[in-house]
Every structure is written in C-alpha cells, then in structure tokens.
C-alpha cells in the first residue's frame, strides 16, 4: 500500500501537465471524490460515520470526513495524469505510490493528522488508474486493470505497517493489499450486484446502497474489524450483517431492528467496518463509471 510516515512524507514523481476543462483526467478525480461523499453521508451505516454521528470513532466526524475526500482531489488527479500513456507494469505502480503518499499527507494536513481516507486512497486510487488504462470502460474491465497494477512491488514502500497490515499480518488476512491484487471482487461481485439487485427490486438509492455496504460486509475479511476488536468483531459484523440481510434489509421492521441490533453490538467492541466502507466508496466510483460506459459505449470517447 502507499503508506505515509506522517505529514512530512516525501513524493518524487514525474511532473504531468495541467489538465485543460473536461480532462478525463479531472473527470475520474471527481468521481472518486464523489464517492468518498456519498459514502461518508450515507446514512444509517453500523458504527460508521454518518450524518447520525461518529459511530465507533472518537477522532471522526461528517464535517472531517468530507473535507478529507475533497483534499484528495489533486492526488486523484495526478494519478489520473500519471497512468497516460502507461501500461500496468512496475513504473506505474511505483508513480501512484508516490503520488498516494504524498496524497495521504495532504489528507492528514486537511484533517489534523487524522486517518480517514489511508484505505481509499489506495482503492480509488489504483481504480482510477485502471479507469485511464482500460480501453472498454467497464467496472469488471477497470478492475481487472486496477488488479493488474497493484501486483507489482513498489520497491521504494517505506518499511513501516499500517494497523491494517498488522491485522493481516496478526490473523492471516489477505486484507486491502489481497483485495486490490485480485482485481476488487467485492466491489465488482458483490457489492455491484446487490447495488443493483435492491434497484430492481424498487428500493431507494439509499436503501440500495446500505445493502451493498452489509453485503460486503458479510463476506468480507475486514481488517479494521479485527484491528480495533479481533475475530469477536470480525464475526459479529459478518453475522450481524447477513441477518439483517436475511430479514428483507433495513426496508423491513425485521431488518431494521437487526440492524440497530448489528450496531449496539459492534459499538460495545468499538469496532467499524472501514474496509467495508472504503470499498463501498470503490463500489459507487465503479458504478457510476459502468453507468458512464453503458450510455455512452457507442460514441467515440478518449480515455487516454
């Protein structure tokens, strides 16, 4: 992962020029931004930060929470400029982790050095460079390029650990490292489908969404989880998450009194599903991508 010291992290990376009114370029930043938005308000969301509070987390809130996606804006950018003309090889992964550590200490300056994107900003990150590199568009296409890149060493990674890769490390995890290498499944497989699944079914885009977020939550091997409350955490949110499922979702009384239940307890572990959530923020950039392709797959468009 990209993986900052703290604020005075240093990035060295080739210098891309200004990208005109319109760019692709600009266009992929936004959208990842926007993600990162209506992840952050989706509300309700179980011992996560939403527009009800702070959940689980003592050093977050909405306000934070979106000035940190907008600060990220200029790194999502450049990753965009950076991947141009670029296949998925080591040299590009390298580019986007320089540009993804100096990007996490513009989001630490932005937020008082609290860390509130780190996961995102290597998700989005690579998907916005697989977005530049994939000639068709598509999310499982975009995806597949995102995984093709983050399976290249970055050879000048600090040597230093995030909580999330001492969780890994700890329990045998594959993490965000995994999930990334293997071309983001919960995204493409899971959290796609049920995103699309509860829109067919009549729900709201809000109910839609909290759908795909418990979806991925009950199958996912969250690293947050077990950081801040090991395997007890880890199985309460996935069980927790397939009951309410399993109940008709939050539409339901049944599902919605899982889901209150699903939050006391995962409040009571001080435990927040933020890989669950970073990849529910990479769901929604995929989503409005495809939504992108689908409309427009028969007029010729520039990726690159």
Known sequence: MFLSTHLAAAAVFPAS?????????????????????EEAQLTPKPALVDRRGSGAHRDLDLPLMLRSAHALRPAFTRMALAARGMVAGQELRERL????????????????????????????G????????????????IAGRAGAIARHADRHAPQIFSNGRRAAAKYGA????????????????????????????????????????????????????????????LETARRGAAAVLAQGGIA???????????????????????????????????????????????QPRSWR
């Open 174 to 233: 594959g993490g965000a490292r995994r999930e990334a290498e293997e071309g983001f499944p919960h995204a493409v497989d899971i959290g796609l489908p049920a995103l699309r699944s509860a829109r067919g079914r009549g729900l709201s885009e809000t109910v839609a969404r909290v759908e795909a977020l418990l979806s991925i939550m009950a199958s996912l091997t969250d690293t947050c989880l077990l950081h801040r409350g090991g395997p007890p955490a």
């Open 97 to 124: 982790a320089a540009i993804g550590r100096h990007g996490e200490a513009e989001m630490m300056a932005a937020t008082g050095g609290c860390n509130s994107h780190r996961g995102a900003i290597w998700a989005l």
């Open 126 to 141: 690579l998907l916005i460079a697989g977005g530049v590199l994939d000639g068709r568009g598509d999310a499982a296409g």
């Open 252 to 298: 339901t009384p049944a599902g919605q009194a899982r889901f209150e239940t699903l939050e006391r307890d995962l409040l009571a572990l001080n435990a927040s599903p933020g890989g669950a959530a970073d990849l529910l923020a990479a769901t929604l950039f995929l989503d409005r991508l495809d939504a992108r392709h689908a409309s427009q797959s028969s």
């Open 17 to 37: 020029p200004a990208p005109e009114p319109g760019d692709w370029a600009v266009q992929l930043a936004d959208e990842a931004v926007l993600a990162l938005v």
